[in-house]
């Protein structure tokens, strides 16, 4: 209740072995879509955010990169805007609960992204154990 509108919510779901851990954006009381969606990535470092005007590319915008964590390392920079995953599009707000599975991943996820007036491939590798 303390965390308010638009907030990041974490959470876990645990089934017998399997655990599923997210975040998802608290709604305003008519559980409207936040037109500023967030999805923390912590596993893969960054932090997007729903970016609809105001830049090139309408997506989701590449707005934290943790220094030294896994975007970093692939060369991902805060600005960028992530315009696919694995080939398919990610361009619509409502796709936040797929971003978020991305953190569960236990193999690398190819990223395009939007950089200036360019587009970029990057993948992302899982750290060895």
């Not at 017998?16 to 305003?28: I, K």
């Not at 879509?33 to 729903?50: E, H, P, Q, T």
């Not at 943790?66 to 694995?86: H, M, N, T």
């Not at 236990?106 to 491939?121: C, F, K, N, Q, Y």
């Amino acid at each position: 209740d303390a965390a308010g509108v638009s907030a990041v919510v974490p959470y876990r779901v645990i089934r017998g072995r399997r655990r599923v851990s997210g975040g998802t954006v608290l709604p305003d009381t008519e559980c409207r879509a936040n037109s500023s969606a967030a999805v923390r990535l912590v596993g893969i470092g960054m932090a997007l955010r729903w970016q609809d005007r105001g830049i090139n590319v309408e997506g989701w915008l590449v707005t934290i990169v943790a220094s030294g964590g896994r975007a970093d390392v692939a060369g991902i920079l805060e600005g960028d805007v992530l315009v696919a995953v694995d080939g398919r599009p990610v361009s619509r707000i409502d796709q936040q609960s797929e971003l978020d599975r991305l953190d569960e991943r236990a193999e690398p996820v190819l990223l395009t992204l939007h950089r200036d007036s360019g587009i970029r491939l990057v993948a992302v590798t899982v750290p060895e154990l």
